[in-house]
């Protein structure tokens, strides 16, 4: 019985995703098979080389686009979005890193690194309500959806071309990833009592005031008074940048 047309899509889908494994389906010139084959296998390489300028240039050409090709062959996509393709790319670097692939150990968190920029950059989270011009210490501050605070156990920040750790150090690499109000997405490197204090200021309970002391405690502050000083100056500073947007509304002073 000849083959329905459904039975030939699907055996030229896994020809072109896996050439050297699949046999294309009888009566194709190869001359055509060989043009579809460049030009699928090319725009998901030039769309993820977009999405991850830094893994291209640090695996090199000839790794970046064996992996490419494995990716593209094996990885079968939750969504059809073409936005949603490079978080497709780190889901398949982690499970590659689970089932013990022998890539670099850095790469998948290099990865999510990278795509952290284009997520915040398409992000269309909606703004909550708050006052801008709120009380930091006595309200409850309310933090950028396009503000994020990322823990990482490579340095990410550092990894290229020209240095590829093999140990991870000792401590985790923290990093502030937000959106500005000119849509511009920024970088920085931040402590870890400001990465505690985002946590603790994440889960919309605690007002300024309350989080510090929280922060406090939990640091063997002794004298907490001129700590709050420098928090509450700290938190005016996130509001200037924008990762803090004010503090929720109605909400009654601590």
Not at 8 to 31: S, V
Not at 94 to 118: Q, S
Not at 128 to 152: E, Q, R
Not at 176 to 192: H, K, M, T
Request: glycine share 6%; charged share 25%; aromatic share 8%.
């Amino acid at each position: 019985m000849p083959e329905s047309l459904r039975e030939q899509q699907f055996r030229l889908a896994r020809h072109l995703r896996d050439p050297q494994a699949n046999p294309p389906p009888p009566g194709i010139e190869e001359r055509r098979l060989a043009i579809y084959r460049d030009l699928f296998f090319n725009n998901i390489e030039g769309l993820l080389s977009g999405n991850f300028p830094v893994i291209r240039k640090t695996l090199g050409d000839t790794d970046w686009k064996r992996l490419v090709r494995t990716f593209y062959a094996q990885h079968r996509s939750r969504t059809p979005l073409f936005a949603e393709i490079a978080r497709e790319f780190i889901r398949y670097l982690e499970t590659r890193a689970e089932n013990g692939a022998g890539d670099p150990p850095w790469l998948a968190e290099l990865a999510h690194y990278e795509w952290v920029e284009l997520a915040l950059q398409i992000s269309d989270e909606p703004v909550p309500a708050h006052d801008a011009n709120g009380s930091l210490m006595d309200g409850v501050p309310v933090v950028s959806a396009t503000a994020w605070a990322l823990a990482y156990r490579w340095p990410v920040h550092r990894i290229g071309p020209d240095y590829r750790p093999e140990l991870a150090p000792d401590a985790a690499t923290l990093v502030l990833v937000r959106r500005d109000r000119d849509q511009q997405v920024r970088f920085a490197e931040i402590s870890p009592l400001v990465y505690r204090l985002l946590e603790l200021l994440g889960d919309g309970q605690s007002t300024g005031r309350q989080a510090l002391a929280a922060l406090a405690a939990e640091a063997g502050v002794d004298d907490l008074p001129p700590f709050l000083q420098q928090g509450a100056a700290m938190l005016e500073r996130m509001r200037e940048e924008g990762t803090l947007l004010g503090t929720q509304p109605g909400r009654p002073l601590a």
